[in-house]
């Protein structure tokens, strides 16, 4: 089979995803061991001279209020640089965003939001434009009324109505020309008025397009946001409508935020990730999927994020196929279909029943001996030939190496992924007898442990694919230089892929029979410690020896907190 058929994206997910049987098991562990440590994954409170009690009091409030998810691997996120966050924390962070910005400049909650919107909620930067830039330049960025040179900083100030009220207490609208009660009409905070039913069918038609986030006035040339007050006074007919309006500025934190960003797992779990910062991070979410922050992909450190979409398009696409064609076939030259050579002499038949020379490709007459065809000599286009065909055949041999290693540890991902389950379900079970599911954790630990170490193992292979000996980074060592990395690379490789199988047959055989052997947990504990430092030490040579020596093109990755 051609390994341009194995899905691998399908198998890392498979590999990171969690059952609810997992779910389960995990729980009583997770809680017991919370008990007994007094962290439970709560995010602890910093910058602080009180008393540790009322930081730790402070924090887990704190994170009650913000919706963050204890539990699973979500809780104690915070120092791996991320946080899974669920529905409702949503709300509550985009409130407080808001707020923050309403405080610190004076404005209303609705000017603050409509300038984060406008700044994709990035609050420093719209902080340092309103200090640098002044607020009219940054109001009239983000559609809002420029205020008047009196006005206090961060007020809106309403130009004067378009469309006055008559003697008679009516106003033209001036879109259907119709003249209508005042108490019909609604004013933007332009103070372009029109009628309620104008209002309301220019909004619906902005918000059923997906405009949303942006509603601007009817005027000719206003360009001023419609604020929520105008919006809910006179959607509050059209539930529906209204509730899509609200929904769409929600969205648009977690969309257009680059702190923020859904969980790809599908059908969604429902979480979403915030990061402290640094977009460079493969957070695993509350639901069990890990992906890369920055692409959403799958997770793929130490490759980056480039290399990665490359290695997906090598391995689940045909550019394999073409390659292994272009090594063992050559095209006829008369209907150019691929045909493979099965021993014999040099003359070849495809077909179509075209003869043709195999040594150049020429078409040739039927006559010949196992020496020579009659009426030809191949000439020098025979050695181009046979240069390419080396170096298509060269090439393949080179990925097959780095794909089957690849393959193998990806197999050995979902392998180990289907133990673990099993196990966690008898660490579960054997609370009945007597034994604490917290009793085990250094196993369950070491099987974390493992599970990352597989999967650096694992993508380390793309990478070295890509680093060594391809074209992407051939600018940047010369071959002396490219070989001492190389072999500096792989003795790295080497030893944690031993330490790895080493854990790998203590872990089986600690699962096999739930030994509490103290000679066995040591064992394993300083087995999962060892491939601890050994990530570290892989990823210091790979950021500090490698990636901080090129100069091609930006490389930067999620390293791995173990």
């Known amino acids: 089979m051609s390994p341009g058929s194995v899905r691998m994206r399908d198998a890392d997910e498979d590999s990171l995803a969690v059952s ?20 439970g994954g709560s995010y602890a409170a910093t910058g602080s001279d009180s008393d540790p009690a009322t930081n730790s009091e402070d924090a887990t409030s704190e994170e009650a209020d913000l919706g963050v998810l204890e539990g699973g691997e979500a809780g104690g996120s915070r120092a791996l640089g991320y946080r899974v966050i669920d529905s409702e924390s949503l709300k509550r962070l985009q409130r407080d965003a808001i707020n923050d910005v309403a405080a610190i400049w004076g404005c209303t909650p609705a000017i603050a939001k409509t300038l984060l919107m406008c700044y994709m909620w990035d609050k420093e930067r719209l902080l340092n434009d309103l200090g ?15 205020s008047d040179g009196g006005a206090e900083a961060g007020s809106s100030q309403p130009a004067p109505a378009e469309a006055a009220p008559s003697s008679s207490g009516t106003i033209t609208c001036g879109v259907c020309m119709c003249e209508t009660p005042a108490a019909q009409c609604s004013t933007n905070s332009c103070g372009h008025a029109f009628c309620d039913d104008c ?82 991070v493969e957070p695993e979410c509350a639901c069990g999927l890990a992906f890369c922050f920055k692409c959403a992909g799958a997770p793929h450190s130490p490759c980056t994020c480039k290399m990665w979409d490359m290695w997906e398009e090598k391995v689940n696409g045909d550019s394999e196929t073409r390659n292994w064609l272009a090594a063992n076939t050559k095209p006829c030259p008369k209907c150019t279909k691929p045909v493979e050579k099965n021993g014999g002499c040099n003359l070849v038949v495809c077909k179509c029943g075209q003869p043709f020379c195999w040594l150049c490709g020429q078409g040739t007459g039927m006559q010949h001996t196992w020496t020579s065809i009659a009426n030809h000599s191949c000439g020098r286009f025979k050695d181009e030939l046979d240069a390419r065909m080396s170096e298509a055949a060269r090439n393949h041999k080179r990925y097959m190496f780095y794909f089957e290693r690849f393959k193998n540890h990806a197999d050995s991902i979902r ?137 091609s093109l930006s490389a930067q990755i999620a390293v791995p907190r173990a």
């Open 199 to 280: 209002w309301q069918g220019h909004l619906s038609v902005q918000i059923g397009e997906g405009k949303a986030r942006h509603v601007v006035c009817m005027s000719f040339k206003c360009g001023v946001v419609c604020d929520e007050t105008l919006v809910s006074k006179v959607m509050k007919g059209d539930p529906t409508l209204l509730e899509k309006y609200s929904q769409s500025h929600l969205q648009s934190y977690l969309e257009d935020n680059a702190r923020v960003a859904f969980c790809p797992s599908v059908p969604w779990c429902g979480h979403a990730i915030e990061v402290d910062g640094d977009p460079y």
């Open 20 to 39: 609810e049987e997992e779910e389960e098991a995990m729980s009583g562990s997770q809680e017991e061991a919370e008990d007994e440590d007094g962290s």
């Open 415 to 551: 392998k180990e992924k289907a133990n673990r389950a099993k196990l966690l379900a008898r660490i579960a079970a054997s609370e009945h007898d007597g034994v604490e599911a917290r009793d085990y954790g250094w196993l369950v630990g070491a099987l974390d442990q493992l599970r990352t170490a597989r999967r650096v193992l694992c993508n380390s292979y793309a990478f070295a694919y890509f680093f060594f000996g391809g074209a992407m980074f051939a600018d940047d060592f010369t071959e002396e230089q490219n070989e001492v990395n190389r072999n500096l690379f792989e003795d790295n490789q080497e030893m944690l892929a031993q330490e790895v199988e080493r854990l790998s047959g203590l872990a089986d055989r600690a699962g096999e029979t739930l030994s509490l052997d103290s000679e066995l947990r040591y064992a394993v504990i300083n087995s999962s410690t060892n491939i601890a430092t050994r990530i570290t030490n892989f990823f210091r040579l790979i950021e500090e020896d490698l990636y901080a020596r090129v100069t």
């Open 132 to 146: 640098d830039k002044g607020q009219d330049a940054v109001f009239r960025a983000a559609g809002l009324v420029v």
